[in-house]
């Protein structure tokens, strides 16, 4: 059985916490798009792991991972991620496998994010400042691309270096006045990498059909969210990359047909970092609550992330993109206590209602949400094991939002832990 999870909305869903438990039941968890711009959280007994580039699957010492092609590695990120899970007794020796094509994220991608996202001021994205779009514009742009393999040959490296490095210098002097980067200490660097990842590097995609067919279970982790896709979502405020289950056949050479089962990851209310068109914000003091109760603050950047009622407008377009059986829908407990509850049912545009979401920002801009209210709970659910033991507004809300998007709500979490999870 393969199974392939991805977020449904702007990420942070709790992705982390649902590859982690569904990795026991699988052999390997491949990463296939995005880099250290994802921040996936994992939590056991008192450890709580942020993982950038290594897969979920990581904290199991028995689960193979895989960087496949479709992500972008900064090779410091992924070298500090091995280290730090080491200092817990957790090797990845023997047991991680690199695609030798994933795309290298260095110093002048990080570089001319951060100057980019400067000089745009108010107008920008809101980036991670991780390199991302930088480093997939070199993939696309092919010319300056320097990729893992690359790191086999160091002497071509190097003049390849030489004449990248001058390439950027030139544009991000001219551009943002950036002070020159010296391609000899990137080149050091780079040097360094190899040492360290080389080991790790193969073919990950014969690797993978090779897996597939002697008979192992795999599990796909998407990072970010749908509505963060490059093509699919709310552009130009996405991130580079196919985040929605449309990016994991390109992102890891495995056609979508073999994966048995598509599983989106949603909270019971919405988040979003970074800049774009949020319908169903909540700027108040019901935003501020969940912030501070769901303790939405970025893994990887620390941000506050802004808050709002579920949408099912938007939730229901990522279900019907991916693909989605079945959902897993997290932090149910972080709205205990709110007396209503809202849930977005359809978007008013121009005096006309909509339920399939425009993927298109001006649209967007214009839209506001159309709510159901429900009761809400007081009980505290972190303790809940059985969906029947969880408040009876808990549950009509679960079964709304289940009748809204059309498919089943399997897995709902009640707070960070492994065992703080219901199966349905
Ligand atoms: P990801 O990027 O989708 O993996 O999600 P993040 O790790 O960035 O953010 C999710 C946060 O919510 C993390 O701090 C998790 O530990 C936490 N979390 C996950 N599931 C639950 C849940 O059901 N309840 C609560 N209270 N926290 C959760
Ligand atoms: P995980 O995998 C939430 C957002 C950024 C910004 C936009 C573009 O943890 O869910 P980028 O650095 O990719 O160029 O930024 O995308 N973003 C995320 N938001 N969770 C993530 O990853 C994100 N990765 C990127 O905040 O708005
Ligand atoms: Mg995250």
Redesign the pocket.
């Known amino acids: 059985m393969n199974s392939c999870v991805v977020?449904l909305q702007w990420?942070?869903?709790?992705?982390?916490?649902?590859?982690d438990i569904l990795a026991e039941q699988c052999d390997i968890v491949v990463r296939y798009s995005g880099g250290a711009n994802?921040?996936?959280?994992?939590?056991i007994g008192d450890d709580?792991f942020?993982?950038h580039l290594l897969p979920?699957g990581s904290i199991r010492p028995d689960t193979i991972c895989v960087i496949a092609n479709g992500v972008v590695v900064d090779p410091d990120v992924l070298s500090n991620g091995i280290d730090k899970l080491a200092e817990k007794d957790i090797s990845m020796d023997g047991r991680l496998f690199i695609s030798e094509n994933v795309h290298v994220v260095l110093d002048y991608h990080k570089k001319e994010d951060q100057l980019r996202e400067k000089a745009l001021g108010k107008n920008k994205l809101g980036t991670t400042i991780r390199g991302i779009g930088p480093c997939y514009a070199d993939k696309v742009g092919r010319s300056y691309a320097v990729r893992m393999a690359d790191l086999r040959d160091l002497k071509k490296l190097k003049a390849r270096l030489k004449t990248i490095v001058e390439y950027k210098n030139k544009v991000l002097g001219a551009v943002y006045g950036a002070e020159p980067m010296n391609a000899d200490e990137i080149f050091e660097k780079c040097k360094s990498y190899a040492d360290k990842l080389l080991p790790f590097i193969a073919d990950t995609t014969e690797y993978l059909h090779t897996a597939i067919t002697s008979g192992k279970s795999i599990l796909f982790e998407g990072?970010?969210?749908s509505l963060l896709d490059l093509d699919h979502g709310t552009f130009p405020f996405v991130t580079s990359s196919n985040s929605s289950s449309l990016g994991m056949p390109a992102g890891c050479g495995v056609p979508a047909r073999l994966v048995d089962k598509f599983v989106g990851?949603v909270?019971?209310y919405s988040t979003r970092v970074g800049a774009g068109p949020f319908p169903t914000e909540q700027e108040n003091e019901t935003g501020q609550y969940i912030r501070d109760?769901?303790?939405?603050y970025?893994?990887?950047t620390g941000r506050p992330r802004r808050c709002g009622w579920f949408d099912s407008v938007a939730v229901s377009y990522a279900v019907t993109i991916g693909a989605i059986d079945s959902v897993a829908?997290?932090?149910?407990?972080?709205l205990a206590g709110l007396k209503e509850l809202k849930i977005c049912m359809a978007y008013k545009i121009n005096g006309r209602e909509k339920t399939f979401f425009p993927a298109n920002t001006e649209k967007l801009l214009q839209a506001s949400a159309v709510y159901e209210t429900v009761p809400g709970w007081d009980e505290d659910l972190?303790e809940v094991t059985d969906f029947y033991d969880l408040p009876v507004n808990a549950q009509d809300y679960i079964c709304r939002i289940e009748e809204l998007i059309g498919r089943p709500i399997t897995v709902?979490?009640?707070?960070?832990?492994r065992s703080?999870?219901i199966f349905r």
């Open positions: 977020g990420g942070d869903e709790g992705k982390g916490k649902v590859v994802a921040g996936h959280t994992v939590v709580r942020a993982l979920s990072a970010q969210g990851v909270k019971a109760k769901g303790n939405e970025g893994t990887t829908m997290m932090h149910l407990d972080t972190s709902i979490g009640v707070g960070p832990k703080q999870t």
